[in-house]
């Protein structure tokens, strides 16, 4: 493992860490202009590292993407007024 794969996945925890709050909120609105390329960048940052051999920054990348699609689906204003029904029955089923 070489030293900078450590320090790309301490950035991946920390967005981890400061993004969960996020998704546990249901009060919280992020736009998917925000989040949706956030995603992608996680996603396109995995694979890049995953093909340079740095599994731990790779891994942290795609977690820190599926956390940001995560928090598209839940909580973007623009989804939220398309589907309110279901948004509604996913967010009391959690409580």
């Given amino acids: 493992m070489i030293w ?4 790309f996945l301490v950035g991946s925890v920390f967005s981890i860490v400061f993004l969960a709050p996020t998704l546990k909120d249901q009060t919280a609105r992020v736009p998917l202009g925000t989040s949706l390329p956030s995603a992608g960048l996680g996603f396109v940052y995995g694979a890049s590292f995953y093909t340079m ?3 731990f920054s790779a891994t942290g990348s795609v977690v820190t993407g599926a956390l940001w699609a ?10 939220a007024a398309l589907l309110p029904d279901f948004r509604h029955r996913s967010e009391t089923a959690s409580d």
Wanted: aromatic fraction near 0%.
């Fill in 53 to 55: 051999g740095m599994t």
């Fill in 4 to 7: 900078q794969d450590v320090v």
């Fill in 70 to 79: 995560a928090i598209a689906a839940l909580r973007s204003p623009e989804l």
